[in-house]
């Protein structure tokens, strides 16, 4: 275990409070140039914490990985706020999802002020053609970093392999996680012993005032809702909205959902802040501000609880085989989204360059991917300008 990662328990000093600062400015950095989605920000999460700041190593990093899939929630999200509680505990556990996700917050809420005064949000395919590429390269090198300590033999290699393929067939993700650590575990252990556990309750009313006779209070508790059991994909996302907002409720229309599912894939950091501009849609800012802490509460008292498991599992053969398997279906998956990436992001010869370069540049330097990002931006906005 590196040294970074021994001192950011809750002793005295000025350590922990440094490690806080730490934590606050690498997600807030994060969370501004996090475009791609969630297979993009686990690879930027190691460029930065296992590659350059040797907070993780790989091995912990891969466990948090296949740890985070198995609950509900935006996993790339619940990553950041396990890494954060791993740096400076509970501090660091909400410093690092708060930071995380108050960008893509402040940035959508601009586009749907924008688009409810307007009709409308401002273009951003120009920005996007340069990035889209450059996510792609990111992404392609962690998983080469992170294949030698996820594939830890033929039975993992095999598994990884499979639930690729049935990714790509459209087989459910998180069946396919799961049956990858349930094979992995059959193979490894004699006796397999699953234990049960209720999942705890969790209450909370709207601080806001609510002039709309229920309306809000029933927004929040429909977000919250879907933050406790969604799975999966924004387009899962895109199915529970739909059902709720579009059909159940009709409180916006389906031309209006998808607007939003666009901007929040469009905007960096989490996808699940296309609650924001549906909550905005709906009533104004107490509708964002609801929807997106209404969303985004189950996956902190998730991670919550999962800190105190993953060491635990690590520790019995049985789980151990099981977290075995879920990390390399896991890596698998990533795999698979990273193709369908490729397939969005490769348009032309110069999409296909910069992917190119940014990969030479992450094998021969060690720059930090943020700067891949911004020179990927100032090109496709360059183009944009010049075709016109």
């Known amino acids: 275990m590196n040294a970074s990662h021994d001192d950011t328990g809750g002793g005295s000093g000025g350590r922990p409070v440094h490690a ?15 475009f791609g989605g969630p297979a993009a920000h686990t690879a930027m999460m190691r460029d930065e914490l296992v590659r350059r700041r040797g907070w993780v190593s790989d091995e912990r990093f891969v466990d948090l990985i296949g740890a985070v899939n198995l609950i509900p929630g935006p996993n790339s999200t619940e990553l950041a706020i396990h890494l954060g509680y791993d740096r400076a505990r509970w501090k660091g556990l909400i410093a690092a999802g708060v930071c995380f996700i108050l960008p893509a917050f402040a ?56 639930a690729l393929a049935l990714y790509l067939l459209g087989v459910n993700e998180l069946l396919v996680l799961a049956a990858g650590g349930l094979v992995v575990m059959a193979a490894g252990t004699r006796h397999v012993w699953l234990p049960r556990r209720g999942s ?8 806001l005032p609510d002039p709309t006779g229920g309306r809000l209070t029933e927004l929040f508790l429909t977000f919250l809702k ?65 929807a997106t802490v209404a969303i985004f509460t189950p996956s902190f008292v998730l991670v919550g609880l999962l800190t105190r498991l993953v060491d635990r599992i690590r520790g019995r053969a ?3 085989a099981f977290l075995d398997g879920v990390n390399a279906t896991a890596l698998a998956l990533m795999a698979g989204v990273t193709l369908q990436l490729a397939g ?7 999409t296909v360059a910069l992917a190119v370069l940014a990969l030479l540049l992450q094998w021969r330097t060690r ?22």
């Open 107 to 162: 940035i959508v809420l601009a586009l749907a002020w924008s688009y409810v005064r307007y009709g409308r949000t401002p273009a951003v395919e120009g920005l996007l053609y340069g990035i889209k590429p450059v996510v792609v390269a990111i992404v392609v090198w962690a998983l080469a970093g992170l294949l030698r300590t996820a594939i830890k033999g033929r039975l993992t290699a095999l598994v990884a392999t499979v």
């Open 20 to 34: 806080l600062g730490e934590v606050i400015g690498v997600f807030l950095k994060l969370g501004v140039i996090g």
């Open 226 to 290: 879907i933050g406790s059991v969604l799975y999966g994909s924004g387009y899962v996302l895109l199915a529970f909205l739909e059902g709720d907002f579009v059909r159940r409720l009709g409180w916006i229309t389906r031309d209006q959902l998808l607007d939003a599912i666009s901007i929040g894939q469009l905007t960096p950091g989490p996808v699940f802040t296309t609650a924001t501009f549906v909550g905005y849609v709906i009533a104004a800012l107490p509708g964002a501000v609801l």
């Open 318 to 320: 049985w789980s151990s």
């Open 367 to 388: 720059l930090n991917t943020a700067w891949f990002i911004a020179a990927a931006a100032a090109i496709g906005l360059a183009r944009t300008l010049l075709v016109g």
């Open 344 to 350: 969005d992001a490769f348009v032309d010869p110069l």
């Open 200 to 207: 705890p309750g969790l209450v909370l009313v709207p601080l």
